[in-house]
């Protein structure tokens, strides 16, 4: 036997050398007078351990070493670790489970290092749980499995006693909840199983009971509960998100405070919302302005409960903007004035008041409810429903196409200062958006700027160009080129009258000898009106082929259309009192200039001279005759026009005045407005149809109306059955075939 020769140790003297070292350690953990292990005493056991498994076989005993640390931590745990742990209860429990995990993780880690060989060598080469693993086994198989429902139960005592206001001591709970999350070993399953699904069941009882309570002790009225139980529940949340992060897991967070919400606030918010007469109903209708705020970011923390507040809110507008709707009806059907002052005066304060119902609740979706999107939505929703309502018999759109002539022209019912006209026509285009036909408010908007700008009543050039950038903005380009063709053609009218004036200077025999001014308007960028062959009196022929022989100085290639219904005349009246200066249209100058050669005319000689409708004549005699100023006498004396009248100049006629406007009733062309609209609707239908079929070749009848529908909405909202009908008028033109398979699909003919 050779000095090198290594002395074989046998299992039974060599664990009874480890024994000792174990045996050690135990007293070390259970505070007995010990010392401390010297580095001796480490090196001595490692290297034990060492020489048992490097020896070879039979005496290779690394396996039974393997099993023997298992068994080490089995006997301290079953003969000192659960007989402390079972006679205690409730806290004591807890501290000393505390204690006891501590001191089994110490064992762990001085075990594991006596062993160390095993896990280097032995444990890697045949795939076994390491040492550290097997020792928080033990601990979790033999005193975790028994006691992990003793503990959750106290831990969850302790948490609702906090809850009620006791003082506990959270770093115990915290070091307690440690343990569930470690015997894991990198999974969470321990923790959430075994304490965090109970914790968020009596979480969940504890909170409906104390909801409940909360009622059941409040004695204020229905609507109260709200303003009680929201601030409890702001300070519920509050403490559960400090206790979270003092000792539950991270992971619990967002668990918990769901829990909590849906008990104070889900729950409780469905009893809120069903009552029409208090909660969420209540706040908005007395406007309580800072806890509609508290109750939006409480709601807003819950899933899907803004869905149905925000239905109440939309529910709430739509009621309230209903509600004004029936109001203007009943005032213009309650005041006994004629339909010119009901869409008027009516207009304003209706129009007015929607105004400033969008600016209160985009004001609350703004502030209250924090700009979401789904309040944004149902304030859409409810402007789209009452906006598209009218009012006496006048659509939306003409309302507000009205409101906007009342404030842009002379002398209209709103006396705003410059700021207070942009506000305003800002505001105006921001109700454009909920109207569907925005294609009728462009017509009528168009007819009346062109009143404005052909009769000077515009009052600011500056807010007309204006309100047609914003209108650019909201609805595109191709939505206001006509109105901005207009204002361009009369800046170039202004420079052709300069240009007329010029050229009868430089040409003193072609002066008609009466003041003449002419406005050049482009066909397609105005209103279309109706023009007829006019027989003008021969002062006025002079005028007309003047400024013809001008106009073919400047261009030799466009025609010029009169449209002498838009004219106007001053005329000097030589009447016996006094003379005095009619201001009337072209219609009435060319009648009452024919009375300059006859004393006495008949209806139909009018007519005939005139070469007027029916209904155009009936309307200027009417205005000379039967209205205010008199300027005609009319046998019979009566006050509506018949084919049988006859008319003489009034040389008694008399005014105050030296100067008199004698208006004309103007022609209601709110149907031609719709009739206008409704051709140009079926043109756009048709180019939509087309445009659609050209680029899909082939396509069904639902399809093909859907994509219609979705091109066209942005402008007016076409009927299905107009889309239908014009399908089969492109199929008669042979745009469109239909399938000779199925009937009900389309198919592109180019």
């Known amino acids: 036997m050779t000095t090198n020769e290594r002395k074989t140790i046998d299992l039974e003297q060599g664990w009874d050398f480890m024994q000792k070292g174990i045996t050690k350690l135990k007293n070390i953990l259970e505070g007995l007078p010990e010392p401390q292990f010297s580095s001796e005493d480490y090196m001595m056991l490692h290297t034990t ?50 204690k006891r995990w501590a001191n089994h993780k110490v064992m762990v880690r001085w075990l594991s290092r006596f062993f160390h060989y095993l896990d280097r060598y032995f444990i890697a080469r045949r795939s076994l749980p390491g040492l550290n693993e097997v020792g928080l086994t033990c601990f979790r198989d033999l005193v975790y499995q028994e006691l992990n429902e003793k503990v959750r139960d106290a831990v969850i005592s302790l948490i609702d006693q906090e809850r009620e206001g006791e003082q506990i001591d959270r770093a115990l709970l915290k070091n307690v909840l440690d343990i569930f999350v470690e015997i894991g070993m990198g999974q969470m399953d321990y923790y959430e199983n075994d304490f965090e699904a109970s914790m968020l069941k009596d979480t969940a009882g504890y909170y409906s009971r104390k909801a409940s309570n ?32 003092h000792y539950l897991h991270s992971s619990s967070v967002p668990k918990l405070l769901e ?33 509609l705020s508290r109750m939006f970011q409480l709601f807003s923390k819950i899933p899907r409960v803004l869905d149905p507040v925000s239905s109440i809110f939309r529910q709430h507008v739509t009621a309230e903007g209903t509600a004004l709707v029936k109001q203007a009806e009943d005032a213009a059907s309650n005041r006994k004035v004629d339909k010119k002052d009901v869409v008027g005066m009516q207009v304003q304060v209706f129009v007015r008041k929607v105004i400033e119902l969008h600016d209160k609740y985009l004001a609350r979706v703004n502030d209250c409810f924090q700009n979401h999107t789904l309040f944004h939505k149902a304030l859409k929703e409810a402007f789209e429903v009452f906006c598209n309502k009218g009012v006496a018999g006048s659509s939306s759109a003409e309302l507000l196409a009205t409101f906007c002539d009342n404030i842009l022209k002379k002398g209209g019912s709103e006396k705003l200062s410059d700021e207070a006209i942009e506000e305003t026509l800002e505001k105006v285009v921001k109700l454009l958006a909920y109207i569907s036909d925005k294609d009728l408010f462009a017509e009528f908007y168009r007819k009346k700027l062109a009143r404005r700008l052909l009769f000077d009543k515009s009052a600011n050039d500056d807010h007309e160009r204006s309100i047609l950038t914003k209108l650019k903005q909201q609805c595109g380009g191709q939505f206001t080129s006509k109105m901005e063709g207009m204002v361009k053609d009369l800046t170039l009218a202004r420079e052709n009258q300069t240009s007329f004036e010029e050229y009868m200077s430089n040409n003193p025999n072609a002066n008609p000898g009466i003041d003449l001014t002419v406005t050049v308007l482009t066909t397609g960028f105005w209103p279309s009106y109706k023009s007829f062959d006019l027989n003008l009196p021969a002062e006025m022929v002079k ?25 106007t005349c001053n005329l000097i009246g030589k009447f016996e009192p006094k003379t005095m200066e009619l201001i009337v249209t072209t219609y009435q100058a060319s009648a009452l200039l024919l009375f300059n050669s006859s004393d006495r005319l008949s209806y139909s000689e009018i007519m005939t001279q005139l070469n007027l409708s029916d209904d155009d004549v009936v ?39 030296q100067r008199i ?83 009900n699909v389309f198919r592109y003919l180019a």
């Open 49 to 98: 351990i060492y020489n048992m498994c490097t020896q070879k076989p039979p005496h290779d005993y690394c396996q039974q070493l393997y099993d023997k640390y298992r068994e080490s931590f089995e006997e301290y745990i079953t003969s000192t670790v659960l007989p402390s742990l079972r006679e205690k209860d409730d806290e004591f429990m807890l501290r000393e489970l505390v």
């Open 259 to 291: 829990k909590v919400q849906h008990e104070l606030l889900s729950v409780f918010a469905t009893q809120l919302l069903e009552k029409e007469d208090s909660g969420w109903h209540a706040l908005l209708r007395d406007d309580k302005v800072g806890d």
């Open 543 to 567: 005028c007309v082929e003047v400024f013809r022989d001008f106009y073919q100085t400047k261009t030799k290639h466009r025609k010029l259309t009169w449209i002498y219904s838009l004219g």
């Open 619 to 657: 309307r200027l005699l009417h205005s000379l005759s039967c209205a205010k100023y008199k300027i005609l006498n009319k046998e019979p004396n009566t006050k509506t026009i018949s084919p049988t009248d006859y008319f003489e100049f009034n040389s008694k006629f008399t005014d105050k005045m």
């Open 661 to 743: 406007k004698i208006p004309l009733p103007p022609v209601d062309e709110k149907k031609k407005v719709i009739e206008d609209v409704d051709k140009d609707r079926r043109y756009a239908i048709d180019a939509s149809i087309v445009r659609i079929m050209k680029s899909r070749k082939v396509l069904s009848h639902q399809q093909l109306v859907m994509e219609c529908v979705e091109q066209l909405g942005r402008m007016f909202k076409p009927d299905f059955k107009a889309i239908k009908k014009r399908i089969e008028d492109l199929i008669t033109r042979d745009y469109l075939e239909r399938d000779k398979d199925n009937p």
């Open 214 to 245: 909360w009622i059941l002790e409040d004695s204020c009225p229905d609507y109260m509960p709200m303003y009680f139980v929201f601030p409890q529940a702001e300070e519920c949340l509050k403490r559960e998100k400090d206790r979270v992060s």
